[in-house]
């Protein structure tokens, strides 16, 4: 089969590049770098990768010809990215969506698959129990409303055009490959450095950390899933931030203390209390849904990043 995958240099692309070409599959990227490129070089060769902007309709016209399926990753990612450059977010959501979508229908492309997010629920998360799909939602920030306003806008083509399209509301994903922009390698970052864990709020915010490994079998085995459909992908636990800092203290045996500051002003993501999400969804749809505990994930990673640096 032959994919395309936007966005695909970066953290959570970039590890689905991977296992699409370990599949066997014939695998385009577009990706604009802007945060760099995190496909293994052994990868890199055995792809197709185009260097340009999902905005620019002309070229996502031209690649996506004879393109089975789409994985519409690309975005513009980070907390502190998001509350500064709020045009430029809804910009390349929208817009990037919008050329997807025309040049998957003039192509008849089967399947659009996009990347959504749960911070879509925001302040809805204080419910007593997972979230699930049918929570209403209440997107705070640019980023969660453009996520939010396509999902409907892909739920529309599915009506009128039939292409399959599936919403991925990814909870707080994590793993190798992931900058300090994200919570748990800045920590890591922190802590190895011997530095105070700055943990904004009082800690006890919790979290859905959901293992990138988990994250990509869930995207594989959508690809078998037909219809409109939006799905968490979420670990089914949570922790809080606090706890979470003091993790990563331990597993690297580090002397840095933890301290607590105020949220920065506009960084609505913060300020949530809660969110822990269901897959039961995706299981139902699926038979597997993420399964890696914390304290496993946090091991693998420190792991493999030790490796990284001193082979």
Request: aromatic content about 8%; glycine content about 6%.
């Amino acid at each position: 089969m032959k994919l395309l995958v936007t966005g695909g240099a970066g953290f959570i692309g970039s590890h689905l590049v991977e296992r699409l070409v370990e599949l066997g599959h014939d695998v385009v990227v577009i990706d604009n770098l802007l945060r760099g490129n995190k496909i293994p070089l052994e990868v890199l060769s055995k792809i197709t990768f185009i260097h340009g902007d999902v905005r620019d309709q002309t070229l996502v016209e031209h690649w996506v010809k004879d393109i089975d399926v789409i994985f519409h990753f690309a975005a513009v990612l980070g907390v502190d990215v998001v509350a500064d450059q709020p045009v430029e977010t809804m910009d390349v959501e929208v817009i990037g969506t919008r050329n997807i979508v025309n040049a998957a229908r003039m192509h008849k492309v089967k399947k659009i698959l996009y990347a959504s997010t749960s911070g879509i629920y925001s302040h809805s998360a204080i419910v007593q129990t997972a979230l699930t799909e049918e929570v209403n939602v209440d997107p705070r920030t640019s980023y969660a409303m453009a996520k939010r306003y396509n999902e409907i806008y892909l739920a529309s083509h599915y009506e009128e055009s039939g292409i399959d399209c599936i919403a991925l509301r990814f909870f707080n994903v994590y793993g190798e490959r992931q900058d300090n922009r994200m919570v748990i390698p800045r920590f890591f970052e922190q802590a190895r450095e011997g530095k105070k864990l700055t943990v904004f709020g009082n800690g006890l915010q919790t979290r859905d950390f959901t293992y990138i490994v988990d994250v990509i079998d869930a995207c594989i085995a959508l690809l078998q899933v037909d219809g409109f459909h939006i799905i968490n992908i979420a670990n089914e636990k949570e922790w809080t931030i606090g706890e979470l800092a003091r993790k990563i203290v331990d597993i690297t045996n580090s002397s840095s203390t933890i301290s607590y500051l105020d949220a920065p002003k506009k960084r609505y993501d913060y300020e949530v209390e809660r969110r822990i999400g269901s897959s039961e969804k995706l299981f139902t749809l699926t038979g597997i849904k993420p399964k890696t505990e914390l304290d496993f994930g946090l091991l693998q990673l420190n792991t493999s990043e030790q490796t990284a640096k001193y082979g």
